[in-house]
């Protein structure tokens, strides 16, 4: 490929209203750009993020270097940032800059290779598309994604999985989903507030009140695809090390205590995965409950995993999951994110590549989704802007 002509930065806001950092390079009259999300509730073990301001002002340092030097693809790019940064949690140039320029410089060579985004994550990655990802869609919000002023459940998420490989299809379960929601909650008096994903927010202190409303909107609501119900726990952000407990508001659960409620959970609704069950260090106990579940859902590592691959084999030797999330941003480069994609699929894990809780309008997520055969999408709620064009992405795919 050509040497980059330049290197531009912008600071837009995501869908929080936060900066964030957003690129563009250039070769010739080709142009690409990409920005980059952020999350709230974190795993410890993620890639730092600077401030935008900052990721600006590392670019810029980086500008006369990356406009000199020749880079034969998206690989030997992600090796200069990675060799740059040097560190572990990409500390130096932070994750979201890295990401910025990863994802911006391999549309850059996608485009000089006149190949589409997919097409070219699916050639360098080695992996064919197998078909769609089904939609994780979230349609109650709860935990840390909330304002705490609505006394929101536990659970971070309470997602809706239509079992459709069309992601036409899976949209129009999704927004009838969503609806139908509505029209409970409105029939309730219930006021009509969302999270950060776009999901309605259901306050109190029982996190099955969530699953109650979404379960009689699955039956409510007429469709010849059945769906199923995905949680994120994201259990880390309310794990007390100090009395080991999980503590949320006035709640409290053991880890046993915590079993018992998923077990439960279990065999009353139609659960098809439960992501971060348990603090992202507590391995053993992700290995109890994988052990008691055995495969009859997906265990799905996330703060966990945080699409790392030294943490990926740390969970395996545990058998702590058998699936998880792949978060770009969580690692900084696309290249290390589809190491991890090929670990976890040695693992013969399923993979879900995931938003952030803060995103913006970049529909990355769907083409990488795609071009790895990913068994999901998980993309929040589509009444936000942010979230639907990931979707709409696949839809066009489909359609081309
Ligand atoms: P985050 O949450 O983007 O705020 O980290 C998303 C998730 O936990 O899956
Ligand atoms: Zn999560």
């Known amino acids: 490929m050509a040497k980059i002509d330049s290197v531009d930065t912008k600071i837009i806001q995501d869908s929080r209203d936060k900066d964030t950092i957003e690129v563009t390079l250039s070769v010739g009259s080709i142009k690409a750009t990409a920005s980059v999300p952020a999350g709230k509730s974190k795993g410890e073990h993620e890639a730092v993020s600077h401030s935008a301001q900052d990721a600006e002002k590392i670019i810029t340092q980086l500008t006369s270097t990356l406009v000199k030097t020749d880079f034969s693809g998206p690989t030997s790019f992600d090796q200069f940032l990675i060799a740059t940064d040097g560190t572990v ?12 320029l990863s994802i911006a410089f391999l549309r850059l060579w996608a485009q000089t290779n006149r190949l589409q985004l997919h097409q070219a994550i699916s050639q360098i990655a080695g992996i064919s598309p197998t078909g769609f990802p089904m939609f994780f869609s979230n349609v109650i919000n709860g935990g840390l994604h909330v304002d705490q002023n609505f006394n929101p459940l536990a659970f971070q998420e309470y997602m809706v999985v239509p079992q459709s490989k069309s992601p036409t299809k899976s949209l129009e379960i999704v927004n009838g989903i969503i609806e139908t929601i509505k029209n409970i909650l409105t029939s309730e008096n219930h006021p009509l507030n969302f999270g950060d994903e776009g999901g309605f927010i259901v306050s109190g202190d029982n996190p099955e009140d969530g699953l109650k409303i979404l379960e009689q909107a699955l039956k409510t609501y007429q469709s010849t695809e059945q769906s199923k119900i995905a949680l994120d726990i994201a259990a880390s952000s309310f794990w007390d090390p100090k009395n ?9 659960w053991t880890t046993q205590q915590l079993i018992d409620l998923y077990q439960k959970i279990v065999a009353n609704y139609p659960i098809m995965s439960i992501e971060d069950p348990f603090n992202q260090d507590n391995f053993d106990d992700w290995g109890t409950f994988h052990q008691i579940t055995d495969d009859s859902i997906w265990i799905v590592g996330d703060d966990l995993t945080v699409t790392n691959t030294k943490r990926i084999e740390e969970a395996k030797q545990s058998d702590a999951a058998n699936a998880m999330i792949i978060k770009p941003n969580q690692i900084g480069t696309f290249t290390e994110t589809i190491e991890a994609i090929k670990m976890a699929r040695r693992f013969g894990w399923k993979i879900i590549v995931s938003h952030r809780s803060g995103e913006t309008e970049d529909d990355f997520i769907a083409d990488l989704a795609y071009g790895v055969a990913a068994d999901g999408l998980k993309a929040g709620s589509p009444l936000q802007k942010e979230r639907l064009v990931k979707y709409q992405r696949l839809i066009e795919i489909e359609n081309s």
């Open 244 to 252: 080991q407990k999980y503590s949320w508001r006035s709640d409290n």
């Open 89 to 100: 949690q990409k500390s130096n140039l932070g994750g979201n800059t890295t990401l910025a």
